[in-house]
C-alpha cells in the first residue's frame, strides 16, 4: 500500500484531502442543556477545520432528550436544532473540512435520565448509573425511527457523512452483547437486528452517495464479554444491511476484568486490520495515535484507510498541519491557513 497520511481519500461522494480523522469527543458543553451547539462548539470544530483536518466527526449527537450521557450534550431530536448544526457544518466546509456527526443514544449510560431505558434491566456499574428499565419491542421500533429522524435533520444540516455509535456501551452496542442483551424477542433472538434495522432506516433518509460508517467495540474487556469473532459476525450482518465503513474501537461496556485495554499507542490498530482484511471494507483506526509517524504507519502499513486522533486534537487544533509539515510535506500543501502562514 503506498498511500500516506496526507494522500487524498475518496469513498462514494466522500472526498477527503487527507485521511486525518478528529475522533467524537464530548465536550458536554451545551450549558443551555437544549442539545443546541453553541459558540463553544463553534470554535472547537471550526478551529479543527482551519488546522487542516481531513474528516471532523461531531461529537455523539443524540437522538432523545433521555438518551443523552448527561444533559450538557449534543442533541438532534428536534428540527430546532438544524439551524445550528447548519451553521457549524458551514463553517468547517468553508476551511475545507469534510464533516460527519455520531447519531447515538446513551442508552443505560444516560446519567441524567430519570430512568435510563436498554435492552434489557441490566444496570451499568457505579454510583453514577441508574437502573434502567428495559424496552418494549413496540418502543424499540420506535427507538428506530428517533434515529431515522436524527439522521434526517443532520442530512438537511449539510453534513458529508454519518457514524452510527454502535461501541463503548451505548444503545446499539447494549443490544448487540450479551452481557447487555437478555431478551427472549426477536430483539434478543438475533442480537445485530436492532442495528440493521436502524442501517436500514437511515439509508433511506441518506442521499446515496453519502458514506455510513459505523463505529463498533471490536472486544469486550468486562469478564464474559465477547471477542473479536463475535463482533465481525454483528459486522457482517452491519455491512449487509449498508454500512459502508467501520471505525473500530475497543470496551466501554464496563470496567475490564482479567482481560485488560493495551492503552499504549496503536493497541486497537490490529482491531482495525483484521476488519479491513476479513470484510474487504474500508475502516478507520483509532486509539491513541498521536504521533504522526505512528499515523503514517498505519496508512502505509494497509491497517487501516483513515486514522482519527482525539486527545492529540484536543491540545492542539493544527495537529493536521503539524503533521504535514512533520512528515515532510510542503508548507503548501500542508492545507495551513494564509493568515498564519508567517508562522511558519
Known amino acids: ?16 484531502n487527507n485521511r486525518v480523522v478528529m475522533a467524537p469527543m464530548c465536550q458536554y458543553s451545551v ?8 459558540d463553544w462548539h463553534q470554535v472547537h470544530y471550526v478551529s479543527r477545520a482551519v488546522g487542516g483536518t481531513g474528516l471532523i466527526v461531531i461529537e455523539m449527537t443524540d437522538v432523545d432528550p433521555d438518551g443523552r450521557i448527561t444533559d450538557n450534550d449534543l442533541g438532534i431530536w428536534s428540527d430546532e436544532h438544524i439551524p445550528a448544526f447548519a451553521k457549524l457544518v458551514d ?5 475545507g473540512s469534510k464533516v460527519a456527526i455520531q447519531i447515538a443514544h446513551a442508552g443505560r449510560k444516560a446519567e441524567d435520565a430519570e430512568q435510563p431505558v436498554a ?22 421500533g420506535a427507538m428506530v ?24 456501551g451505548y444503545l446499539i452496542h447494549q443490544f448487540h452483547s450479551k452481557l447487555m442483551n437478555h431478551r427472549e424477542d426477536i430483539y434478543g433472538q438475533d442480537l445485530a437486528r436492532f442495528g440493521v434495522e436502524i442501517i436500514h432506516a437511515v439509508k433511506k433518509e441518506m442521499p446515496e452517495d453519502m458514506p455510513l460508517i459505523m463505529r463498533i467495540s471490536a472486544i469486550e474487556y468486562a469478564d464474559g464479554g465477547y471477542d473479536i469473532e463475535h463482533t465481525l459476525e454483528m459486522a457482517r450482518a452491519y455491512q449487509a444491511a449498508g454500512v459502508d465503513i467501520f471505525h473500530i474501537s475497543s470496551g466501554g461496556e464496563g470496567p475490564a476484568g482479567q482481560r485488560k485495554p ?4 496503536g493497541y486497537q490498530v490490529p482491531f482495525a486490520r483484521r476488519f479491513r482484511e476479513e470484510l474487504n471494507v474500508p475502516v478507520i483506526a483509532v486509539g ?7 499515523a503514517q504507519a498505519v496508512i502505509g502499513n494497509g491497517d487501516a484507510d483513515l486514522v482519527a486522533v482525539g486527545r492529540g486534537m484536543l491540545r492542539d487544533p493544527y495537529w493536521a498541519n503539524h503533521a504535514a509539515l512533520e512528515l515532510g510535506v510542503s508548507k503548501d500543501k500542508a492545507a495551513i491557513a494564509e493568515q498564519y ?3 511558519y
Do not use: W
Not at 463553517?91 to 476551511?95: D, F, P, Q
Not at 434502567?132 to 424499540?140: C, G, K, Q
Not at 491513541?288 to 505512528?294: F, H, I, K
Open 91 to 95: 463553517g468547517m466546509h468553508a476551511h
Open 262 to 265: 493495551g492503552n499504549y499507542p
Open 119 to 140: 435492552p434489557s434491566v441490566v444496570t451499568f456499574p457505579g454510583e453514577d448509573f441508574r437502573e434502567p428499565r428495559a424496552l418494549t419491542t413496540e418502543e424499540v
Open 145 to 168: 425511527q428517533k434515529f431515522a429522524d436524527g439522521v434526517r435533520r443532520a442530512v438537511q444540516a449539510g453534513v458529508d457523512a454519518i457514524e452510527l455509535h454502535g461501541a463503548h
Open 1 to 16: 500500500m503506498s498511500e500516506k497520511l496526507f494522500s487524498p481519500y475518496q469513498f462514494k461522494g466522500l472526498q477527503l
Open 288 to 294: 491513541l495515535l498521536d504521533d504522526a509517524a505512528l
Open 31 to 38: 450549558t443551555a442543556k437544549d442539545g443546541i451547539p453553541n
Open 341 to 343: 502562514s508567517r508562522g
